[in-house]
């Protein structure tokens, strides 16, 4: 007899959730063959500074309370990133202070590097 008791807890991550249907609705209101708006393909970075709240390494996601970040008209604010690279988990130790840039993601903001 073998005792295999290996099972991947992994899938969790992969369930987070698809807002992007309701999006689609919405264009479909719109027919007279408009042209939809260009999504833009070259990936746009923000730079913003924040403090690490909270890291969640399994779930590959950060929290930082972030100033206000000009190029997105967004206020100070705290709220979860996903980080695009786990290396970067180095650099962010709760209660730092870091620079940082992101890009919008397909399923929110993503951290792409940290100072
Ligand atoms: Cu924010």
Redesign the pocket.
Known sequence: MIKVATTPIILATMLTGSAAFAQQKMDDMKGMGAPKAAAPSAQVTHMATGVVKKVDVQAGVVTLA?EP?KTMN?PA?T?GFQVKDKMLFDKLTIGKKVDFEFAQGSKGYVVTSVK
């Open positions: 972030h970040v967004w604010m709220m």
